[in-house]
Structures are given as C-alpha cells and as structure tokens.
C-alpha cells in the first residue's frame, strides 16, 4: 500500500482518484493557525518534543517548529519525505512504525489512522512512546464498518481502510493510566468540514497520560 503514496496521491489526488489532495503545497495561513489551535487545546508546553505521526511532507512539523515547539514527523511515503519542506529536512524521516525506543511528550496523529492496517497495534505504539499526550483527528461513520463515511467526500481516498464511530477510536485509547476527550469538533481544526448534516463526520481524541 506503501507505493500509493507516490507524487500523484499528493499533487495529483483528485485526478488520478486516489485521494482529495491537489497540488498539496505549504499554506501557512492555514496550517500555522491549524497547529495553534491544536497546541493550545491540548495544553502542550512551548520547547515540548512532538511527533507528527503521518507527516507527509512536513508541514505541521514547520508549523509546529515555527510556534516553539522541537516538532518531529515520521511518514510512510518514500516521495513525500524524499520531497519534503526544505525547512524540515532534518526533522522528518521515513517509516511507519515507531521504535520502544523513541520518547515523545506528545504524538499528533491527524487524518492518520484510518489508513492504517492495524490501527489498534499504531495507538498502543502511541501510548508506549508518549510521555504526556495524544491527540487524534480521524474521519467518522454513522456505524462501526459502515461502507459509507459521514462526509462522502472521505470515501474518495482509495487507501481510507477503517470506518468507525467516535466511540469505537476512542475505545482504542481508553486502557488503565491514560484519560481519553472525544468530541465531534474543535474550532480551528478542519473549519471547513464543519457543516450541516456534517456534525458527525469528524473526530477529535484528545488523550492523557495519568500521574501515577
């Protein structure tokens, strides 16, 4: 599945039918504003060292670097890393899974897990490697294994596996030592999906590491 996220899913998406994307560039005007909102929800300190989990070509890393924070990003995509923000060359790499071996304060994983084979193994990677938090941004169904998102727009990506409802992500994360948030929206993060008869078509996780 690896090879699908080649230069045409990223620039050419809408064209080829694999994904939503086109021409998918650096947008500080929207991303900077993006990771603002997410940071400040989640509460994480200035200088915190966070993984973009799903980076693609880096943006939210840029973002994230920009706002003060030591942003890291790992991403599947050979081409998307290979042509990543120069910014952000130093901070990206490629691959798909996270070693026991890597410590973050947090783990962003946005509009991630839905393309992953086995979502439940990636969020208990997630909660062996962050030290503090995870916040998550998933696409919605009505019913677990429904065939349909809520938003029809998100079944135009060919390499969307999973569709689940915001109970059942957020079942993943609820293990003894970690508290779990789950909305339908957070201002700030995909305002544009925001619409009637599309309340229900996002999720937000926002998930913390208890104090012992």
Same mark, same amino acid.
């Given at each position: 599945?690896?090879?699908?996220?080649?230069?045409?899913?990223?620039?050419?998406?809408?064209?080829?039918?694999?994904?939503?994307?086109?021409?998918?560039?650096?947008?500080?005007?929207?991303? !900077?504003?993006?990771?603002? =909102? !997410?940071?400040?929800?989640?509460? !994480?300190?200035?200088?915190?060292?966070?993984?973009?989990?799903?980076? =693609?070509?880096?943006? #939210?890393? +840029?973002?994230?670097?920009? @706002?003060?924070?030591?942003?890291? %990003?790992?991403?599947?995509?050979?081409?998307? !890393?290979?042509?990543?923000?120069?910014?952000?060359?130093?901070?990206?790499?490629?691959?798909?899974?996270? /070693?026991?071996?890597?410590?973050?304060?947090?783990?962003?994983? +946005?509009?991630?897990?839905?393309?992953?084979?086995? =979502?439940?193994?990636?969020?208990?990677? $997630?909660?062996?490697?962050?030290?503090?938090?995870?916040?998550?941004?998933?696409?919605?169904?009505?019913?677990?294994?429904?065939?349909?998102?809520?938003?029809?727009?998100?079944?135009?990506?060919? /390499?969307?596996?999973?569709?689940? #409802? @915001?109970?059942?992500?957020?079942?993943? $994360?609820?293990?003894?030592?970690?508290?779990?948030?789950?909305?339908?929206?957070?201002?700030?993060?995909?305002?544009?999906?925001?619409?009637?008869?599309?309340?229900?078509?996002? %999720? $937000?996780?926002?998930?913390?590491?208890?104090?012992?």
């Amino acid at each position: 599945m690896n090879e699908v996220y080649d230069e045409s899913y990223f620039l050419r998406g809408k064209e080829t039918g694999k994904s939503l994307y086109t021409n998918y560039r650096w947008m500080p005007d929207l991303t !900077i504003p993006m990771c603002e =909102a !997410i940071v400040n929800h989640c509460r !994480i300190n200035k200088g915190a060292h966070v993984l973009d989990f799903g980076c =693609a070509r880096g943006y #939210t890393v +840029k973002a994230l670097r920009a @706002l003060g924070y030591d942003a890291y %990003g790992l991403d599947c995509s050979e081409w998307a !890393i290979d042509n990543c923000d120069p910014d952000v060359r130093d901070f990206v790499e490629h691959g798909g899974v996270i /070693t026991p071996y890597d410590t973050y304060e947090w783990v962003i994983a +946005k509009d991630v897990l839905e393309h992953v084979e086995d =979502a439940k193994f990636v969020t208990e990677c $997630f909660m062996e490697v962050a030290t503090a938090g995870i916040f998550v941004v998933v696409p919605l169904a009505l019913k677990d294994f429904d065939k349909r998102y809520v938003i029809r727009n998100y079944d135009k990506d060919i /390499t969307h596996i999973h569709r689940l #409802t @915001l109970a059942s992500w957020a079942e993943m $994360f609820m293990v003894p030592g970690w508290s779990v948030e789950a909305s339908y929206r957070l201002p700030g993060v995909k305002d544009n999906y925001w619409k009637p008869g599309w309340e229900k078509g996002n %999720g $937000f996780l926002t998930c913390r590491r208890l104090s012992d």
